[in-house]
């Protein structure tokens, strides 16, 4: 079995920062794509940030500038460095993982991690 395994998160002041980790663990080859949901209540769950193979990376517009996340495919970690923090980006943030490669036959279309609650204090 393939999980995604995440820590940070917690509460913190306007303008203040916090940093998300995700580790994939499991047995698999690859992954294309890992990167970072959120769901605020109320909400729907959208992509804050993803890293995709290659080094491309994509945000959100509203998190352009204060949000970096980076992926070691080494070691299948992503991260997502969150600076300048808002209350509007309080929400349960998602590590999410995009085909995964188990067997030369087997892949998962999409994987998700538990959840991390972020709450941002004005």
């Known amino acids: 079995q393939v999980h995604l395994v995440e820590s940070g998160g917690g509460s913190v002041q306007a303008g203040g920062s916090l940093k998300l980790s995700c580790v994939a663990s499991g047995n698999f080859f690859s992954i294309n794509a890992m990167g970072w949901y959120r769901q605020a209540p109320g909400k729907q769950r959208e992509l804050v940030a993803q890293?995709?193979?290659?080094?491309?990376?994509n945000y959100i517009d509203t998190v352009k500038g204060r949000f970096t996340i980076s992926w070691d495919s080494a070691k299948n970690t992503v991260s997502l460095q969150m600076n300048t923090l808002k209350p509007e980006d309080t929400a349960v943030y998602y590590c999410?993982?995009?085909?995964?490669?188990?067997?030369?036959?087997?892949?998962?279309?999409?994987?998700w991690g538990q959840g991390t609650l972020v709450t941002v204090s004005s």
């Open positions: 999410h993982a995009e085909r995964v490669v188990v067997t030369m036959t087997y892949g998962i279309t999409e994987l």
């Open positions: 890293a995709i193979g290659g080094g491309d990376a």
